[in-house]
């Protein structure tokens, strides 16, 4: 048969199995091992974000401003890896006397 489908995706195997048409007879040799398996060679990479910027300088000395940090994509995911998770970015409040 042909080979199935890599399970799973990333690090995974895949295998193939034949039939037996004619059982060995006066004396012949077993046929032997009917399923291949091997490793599956796909690439999967994932996707890694950068650290976090330094928070923003307070836009205000009092009152109650907001400050923002942001990080970006610094590799995309390849193949079957993980898309990024998370925020891009954050804001939270500053100088609030």
């Given at each position: ?9 990333c690090?995974?195997?895949?295998s193939?199995?034949?039939t ?7 004396g012949?040799?077993e ?7 091997k ?34 994509i610094?590799?995309e995911?390849v193949?079957?890896?993980?898309e ?10 500053c100088?609030t006397?």
């Amino acid at each position: 048969t042909n080979w199935t489908d890599c399970e799973p995706f990333c690090n995974g195997t895949q295998s193939r199995s034949r039939t037996i048409s004619r059982q060995p007879s006066n004396g012949g040799k077993e046929c032997g091992n009917v399923t291949d398996t091997k490793e599956c060679g796909n690439i999967c990479e994932d996707c890694v974000l950068t650290d976090w910027s330094a928070w923003a300088e307070c836009p205000v000395t009092c009152g109650g401003g907001n400050q923002s940090r942001e990080r970006s994509i610094a590799a995309e995911k390849v193949g079957g890896g993980k898309e990024c998770e998370g925020n891009k970015n954050e804001t939270q409040a500053c100088s609030t006397c």
